[in-house]
């Protein structure tokens, strides 16, 4: 229970009782049950979409929606992805990663968080009502699968230094396979035989993501981690409304 308790607390707000895990590579050997907190988390997204959709209009409720749900991981993995953004500007990998240890944002990090923002915001409001629970549930758990699928494959920038270099110590390289499997099965369930189409649009561009970022910082680090989170989360709403508007799914 411990790492499912560390889980909880460094992916969300959510005050759990208990005592979590601790020691070198504790949060890597917690990421098995990230996926699933992922789904819990789109479980509280899927109630209060049902609450906002009776008291808002459709638009104001999806971004209603898409607030909440920053708000409930404390937007970790949005700072990250501004910090990535901020970096990729510098000249080399040296420079990139100073600019991403500075804890001020800039101007590239800044549009990052106002875009991503504004098309999931965007992609939640072009999904029919009816699509919203299954969305909201698989969004945050492709987003949480990421830093799974991502960490086998590429070294940490600076090892030995943060938390993604503790993060990928303690990362068993069965995580992913095993995830990735239980969350095809989860959107077959929810989408048919055209979820694995979606989810699988949705980790390549993960994959996409972390091979760009990865070949200008020299690795990974923890904002890039965090970053393909967002990406996870935002790719899987997207490719949906392109999926339901060419209507595949």
């Known amino acids: 229970m411990g790492y499912l308790i560390l889980a909880v607390r460094f992916l969300t707000i959510v005050p759990v009782p208990g005592r979590e ?7 890597g050997r917690a990421a098995w049950w990230f996926p699933a907190v992922g789904v819990a988390l789109g479980g509280c997204l899927v109630v209060a979409d049902h609450l906002f959709a009776f008291v808002f209009p459709p638009l104001l409720g999806s971004i209603l929606v ?3 749900w920053k708000v ?22 040296e420079r990139r990663l100073a600019i991403m240890r500075d804890s001020r944002i800039g101007v590239f990090g800044a549009a990052g968080i106002v875009l ?15 699509r919203h629970p299954a969305m909201l549930l698989l969004a945050p758990a492709a987003g949480r699968l990421a830093p799974l699928l991502i960490g086998p494959l590429f070294p940490a920038a600076s090892p030995g230094q943060g938390t993604g270099a503790a993060f990928l110590e303690g990362l068993s390289p069965w ?3 095993v995830s990735v499997a239980g969350l095809w099965i989860l959107a077959a369930a929810l989408l048919g035989p055209w979820g694995g189409l979606l989810l699988s649009l949705a980790l390549a561009s ?7 970022v990865a070949s200008r910082l020299g690795g990974l680090t923890g904002d890039a981690l965090g970053s393909s989170v967002e990406v996870g989360e935002l790719a899987t709403l997207v490719a949906a409304a392109a999926l339901i508007h060419l209507r595949v799914i």
Not at 21 to 26: F, K, S
Request: include cysteine.
């Open 206 to 212: 993960v994959l996409l993501w972390a091979v760009f």
């Open 175 to 177: 995580a992913a396979p």
């Open 21 to 27: 895990a601790t020691g070198a590579g504790a949060l």
């Open 116 to 130: 991503c923002f504004l098309i999931s915001a965007g992609a939640l409001d072009a999904l029919p009502a009816g």
């Open 66 to 68: 898409i607030g909440l």
């Open 72 to 93: 409930l991981t404390g937007g970790i993995h949005l700072d990250g992805l501004a910090d990535v953004l901020d970096g990729l500007a510098g000249r080399n990998a």
